[in-house]
């Protein structure tokens, strides 16, 4: 059983920042990409951005030069830093870990349960 538990979601001004962080638990051998999504009302999930095991990033362009992916391969943490956040960036933000639960198994896609960000006009 693998969980993924967010913190650091809430309701910030624009202009302001918010440090989001995702911890993987339970059984798990590897992993490999880590990232973040986010849905808006009324809209899709959308990739926000993510790392590679090799600490490569990616990022949407609404995004690029306002956030970063960082990861911490000891305590199998991903996090997300917002900084110049806008109302546009209101949504639900979820976590995203690509895990091998045992060496012979395939990688598998496992999902935070999603962490509200607010932000203020």
């Known amino acids: 059983q693998v969980q993924l538990v967010e913190s650091g979601g809430g309701l910030v001004q624009a202009g302001g920042s918010l440090r989001l962080s995702c911890a993987a638990s339970g059984s798990i051998f590897s992993i490999d990409a880590m990232g973040w999504y986010r849905q808006a009302p009324g809209k899709q999930r959308e990739l926000v951005a993510v790392?590679?095991?090799?600490?490569?990033?990616d990022y949407a362009d609404s995004v690029k030069g306002r956030f970063t992916i960082s990861r911490d391969n000891i305590k199998d943490t991903v996090y997300l830093q917002m900084n110049s956040l806008e109302p546009e960036d209101t949504a639900v933000y979820f976590c995203w870990v690509m895990i091998r639960v045992v060496v012979s198994s395939p990688w598998v896609n496992y999902w935070g349960q999603g962490i509200q960000v607010t932000v203020s006009s």
């Open positions: 790392i590679t095991s090799g600490g490569r990033a």
